[in-house]
Nanobody
Framework: QVRLVESGGGSVQAGGSLRLSCAAI????????MAWFRQGANKEREGVAG???????TYADSVKGRFSISKDTASNTLYLQMNSLKPEDTGMYYC??????????????????WGQGTQVTVSS
């Protein structure tokens, strides 16, 4: 069992930056994958960035070059550094984890544990 707690959301103007954190409480194995998803108003949940606990990463095309996912293995904390934010980045951001990760994926069905989300609002 893993509990995920996100923090770091807020309101920012376009072009600004935010750093999201996700504290993972419970056992995270070297076979785990974690990811960030977001859901805007009247939109489906979409994968933003993912990371294997051993280090490889993947990003949605819409955030490549602007967002960076990272982790602190010692504290079981996942991060999402978001730069050059755009109004279309607005939404609830969720952290997700799966204990058995084969191919790193940004499909929500690949993940078993979810946090409650943190809101990001980008104004123009």
């Amino acid at each position: 069992q893993v509990r995920l707690v996100e923090s770091g959301g807020g309101s920012v103007q376009a072009g600004g930056s935010l750093r999201l954190s996700c504290a993972a409480i419970g056992y995270i194995s070297s076979a785990s994958c974690m990811a960030w998803f977001r859901q805007g108003a009247n939109k489906e949940r979409e994968g933003v960035a993912g990371i294997k606990w051993i280090g490889s990463t993947t990003y949605a095309d819409s955030v490549k070059g602007r967002f960076s996912i990272s982790k602190d293995t010692a504290s079981n904390t996942l991060y999402l550094q978001m730069n050059s934010l755009k109004p279309e980045d607005t939404g609830m951001y969720y952290c997700a984890e799966t204990q058995s990760c084969g191919t790193l994926s940004l499909l929500s069905t690949s993940y078993n544990y979810w946090g409650q989300g943190t809101q990001v609002t980008v104004s123009s």
